[in-house]
C-alpha cells in the first residue's frame, strides 16, 4: 500500500501532483522546441511510452511562440524550462504553458520574480523552484563549504520565501544532485522542512546503463520511504528510455500497475536457453496493457513454485518447459513452443 507523506496539491494541466494523487512520469524533450513538427513528435512517443508530463527547454522567444501550437497538436501537460531570463517566463504564461520550471534567485531582480508569480497566479500555472547542488548561491558554499543537504534545503527556502512574498505558493520543489547519496540526503531533509510535493531525480547520472542503476537507487529508496511525488530520470540517451526507466522504477516501488515480469539468474541446473527465452517474452508483452506477473524460470528448483505465483509463468525442464496459469498447470512444450504457448495464452484471456 502506497504511503506517500502528506504534501499540498498542485494541479499540472488537469494532472495533480502531490497530495494522494499517484506518482506521475516526467521527461524532457531534446528536439529544438521551436522545431514544432519534431517536438511534436517527440512529445507523442514520449506519452506512448508512459510519460504524464513533459518539460521542453524554453532559451528563447522563438521557443516560447512555438508553445500554443505545440499544445494544439499534444494531450500532456507542457512544462517550460526557464533560465535567467523572466520575459521567457511571462510569455510561456501567455501562451498557456501548464507549468514553469525556474530558479527565482537566477531571473534578476525582485521586481522580475513579481511578475513572474502574478502571471502563474493569474492564470493558476504552478512553479518548480529546481535546487541543484551543482549551482547553489556563492554564499551557500562559503558557509557550508561544500553541496550538502542543509545548504540545498536552505537554498530551497531563501527561493520560496521570495515567490512568498509575492503571495504565489503554488510550488513544487526539486532537490538534484549528481551524487546519489546527497540527492537522497536532500530529499529527505526537504520532506522533512517543507509541505509542497517533490520532484525526484538524480541529476546528470551519465549513460543509459549507469544512469538507470544511479536513478533506480536514488528515486527508489525515496520512493519506498513515502517521498516523492512526480520523478525524472535523467539519461544520456533517448528520452523515451528515460520514461521507460521512469515507469519500470515505480513498478518496482508498487507504484504502479502494469505487466510485470520475473525471470530467474541462470545457474547450471538450468537446461534450456533462459536467457534468450526471457529477452523474448520480454520484448513480446511489451506494450501489453495488463497488470499482470509473467514468470520465467529456469528449472525445477524454485521455478515451479513462482511460476504458480505469477498469473502466468514457465518454468523450464531437460529442453522442455512447464506452462503455468495462476498455479495450474496447463500443459508441457518443447522449448520451441514454450514462448508462443505462454503469449497465446496471455492473449487469450485478454
Known sequence: MDKRNETKKISVGGVTVGGRAEVTVQSMCSTKTHDVEATVRQIRELQAAGCDI??????????????????????????????????????????????IRINPGNIGSEENVRKVAEACKKRNIPI??????????????????????????????????????????DICLSMKASSVPLTVAAYRLASEEFPYPLHLGVTE??????????????????????????????????????????????????????????????????????????????????????????????CVVNGPGEAREADYGVAGGV??????KKGEVIGTYPYERLCDALIELIEKDN
Not at 499544445?71 to 501567455?94: G, S
Not at 529442453?319 to 503455468?324: N, P, V
Open 54 to 99: 513533459v518539460r521542453l527547454a524554453i532559451p528563447d522567444m522563438a521557443a516560447a511562440e512555438a508553445v500554443p501550437a505545440i499544445k494544439e497538436q499534444t494531450e500532456i501537460p507542457i512544462v517550460a524550462d526557464i533560465h535567467f531570463d523572466h520575459r521567457l517566463a511571462l510569455a510561456v504564461a501567455e501562451r498557456g504553458v501548464d507549468k
Open 205 to 298: 547520472t551519465g549513460t543509459a546503463w549507469n544512469g538507470t542503476v544511479q536513478s533506480a537507487v536514488g528515486i527508489g529508496a525515496l520512493l519506498c520511504e513515502g517521498i516523492g511525488n512526480t520523478i525524472r530520470v535523467s539519461l544520456t540517451a533517448d528520452p523515451v528510455e528515460e520514461v521507460k526507466t521512469g515507469v519500470a522504477i515505480l513498478k518496482a516501488a508498487g507504484l504502479r500497475q502494469g505487466i510485470r515480469l520475473v525471470s530467474c539468474p541462470t545457474c547450471g541446473r538450468t537446461q534450456i536457453d533462459l536467457i534468450g527465452l526471457a529477452h523474448e517474452v520480454e520484448k513480446r508483452i511489451e506494450g501489453m496493457d495488463r497488470n499482470i506477473t509473467v514468470a520465467v524460470m529456469g
Open 128 to 169: 518548480r523552484i529546481g535546487v541543484n547542488a551543482g549551482s547553489l548561491e556563492k554564499r551557500l558554499i562559503e558557509k557550508y563549504g561544500h553541496p550538502t543537504p542543509e545548504a540545498m534545503v536552505e537554498s530551497a527556502k531563501t527561493h520560496i520565501e521570495l515567490l512568498n512574498r509575492f503571495d504565489f505558493d
Open 319 to 324: 529442453g522442455c518447459g512447464l506452462l503455468f
